[in-house]
């Protein structure tokens, strides 16, 4: 006889503060929450503001990222209240110690099951990065991945059991099929070639790449329209302010396409990021490293049945494969220029 789960309890970056682990979490402890009738779960919040975030009723604790008696606290807490499994986001970054090594300690501590989702997949990790994630495999009941690639990555390379493993893909907003017309005109786009990339802005994800394709795009197309949603990383935000968003913006001058690209600098709520995937004719992700292994916004677009154009990066290698998207080489404009 399955015994009966009453209690999940979470582990991450949680909304909201402004981070894709974060809405993931959200979005996995939402859908959970809804699955079946009397399930109850709970929230543990890492967070790297000391100010904290005005959390939902549903967060009842709060970890500083580098206070190691928070994760004492909250090891604690959890086998108080005798939770039946435990779901561990992990991601590198977002956790204290040395490469994120204070959420070990957490976990040895746990009497429960523990279900670890892992966000990154190395192929070729540093030391310290294949230790920890051999630890999780070891710590853990279960580890979720969310592409084919990572399952043979996670036994070959970090030596994990395949028979801890799991695949499940990644989840997309239930958007409904309509004609984008409709959303153009609410972003005063009508009769416009709408190509769209959102998610937090950082150096890695190629924007540069994509507005020094424009004139190229816009000599053929001159009703082309660049618009790229999201502030920029909240890291690289506190160290360098605006600058990175004002370089690109100086590129697009420069380049003569400033009247074809559109910076939307800030956080959009899940229904505007919603209208603007329905506005958009192309999706485009020009991110410049390979080692991607999951993206949200790709799954999101493709679940949004928007033409896809993206670098091979892992995930989108596996994705847009069979024709499903077009791929181009890193940091080539010609290329892009060309598929688009």
Sequence with gaps: MVPRINTIAFLGSYTPRQCGIATFTKHLRDAVAGSAEGLQTLVLAVDDNPQGHPYGPEVRFQLQ????EDYRTAAELLNIKQIDIFNLQHEFGIYGGRC????????????????????????????EQKAIIHE???????????????????HEVYDVPREKIVMIPHGIHDLPFTDSAFYKGQFGLDDRIVILTFGLLS???????????????IARHPEVMYMVVGATHPH????EGPAYLNSLERLAERLGVGEHVSF?????SEDELA???????????????????TSGTLAYAMGAGKAVVSTPFRYAEEMLAEDRGR?????DSQALAEAV
Excluded: C
């Design 236 to 239: 690289i935000f506190r160290r």
């Design 100 to 127: 994120g090594d204070l959420v070990l300690s957490f976990l040895r501590r746990l009497r429960m099951p523990i279900v670890t989702t892992l966000h990154t997949v190395l192929q070729g990790p540093s030391r």
């Design 65 to 68: 990222v580098n206070r190691p």
């Design 203 to 217: 150096p890695g994800k190629g924007i540069e790449v994509a507005i020094r394709a424009l004139p190229q795009i």
């Design 327 to 331: 791929l181009f080489p890193f940091g």
């Design 136 to 154: 999780l495999g070891r710590l853990s009941d279960r580890l979720v991945v969310m592409a084919e690639r990572a399952v043979g990555m996670l």
């Design 275 to 293: 209208a603007w995937l329905s506005a958009a004719d192309f999706y485009l992700t020009p991110y410049l490293g390979q080692a991607q292994i």
């Design 264 to 268: 939307h600098h800030r956080y959009v």
